[in-house]
């Protein structure tokens, strides 16, 4: 009898320790909060397909270049934003298949404005 027991009380104890589910935030006063939901998805045409030789004579050199695999994110910082590009094997090279910025933009992930910024001032060097 003592094992059904402890076991119940495992169990009220992991209920009580449960988070909430990931698309809810809770604040300080247990009040949940949802998550602004994700932008619709879609590349701004002229960076779509862009391979990495042409993403560097655009946008300069990279803050930071993250390798997972054969894919690689790339980031750059501006003054008022961070653009992280996401290139992954075209052939024998790699190519931008997916962009975001923070902020973002109002209908997809990227913000036009932030992207133009950077083009007009290509990174020389890394930041980070």
Not at 12 to 35: D, F
Not at 101 to 124: K, Q, W
Request: charged share 20%; net charge neutral.
């Amino acid at each position: 009898m003592i094992r059904p027991l402890a076991v119940a009380s495992l169990c009220i104890l992991l209920a009580a320790c449960a988070r909430p589910p990931p698309s809810q935030v809770e604040t300080r006063g247990q009040q949940q909060v949802s998550l602004p939901p994700a932008p619709r998805p879609g590349e701004p045409s002229d960076i779509a397909d862009m391979q990495e030789a042409q993403l560097r004579i655009a946008f300069g050199v990279p803050a930071l270049v993250r390798k997972d695999g054969h894919n690689e994110m790339w980031r750059y910082d501006g003054a008022t934003c961070k653009a992280f590009f996401f290139l992954y094997p075209a052939g024998s090279t790699l190519a931008v298949r997916h962009v975001e910025t923070v902020p973002r933009g109002r209908e997809i992930a990227a913000d036009f404005g932030c992207l133009s910024a950077l083009r007009e001032h290509p990174a020389t060097a890394p930041v980070s």
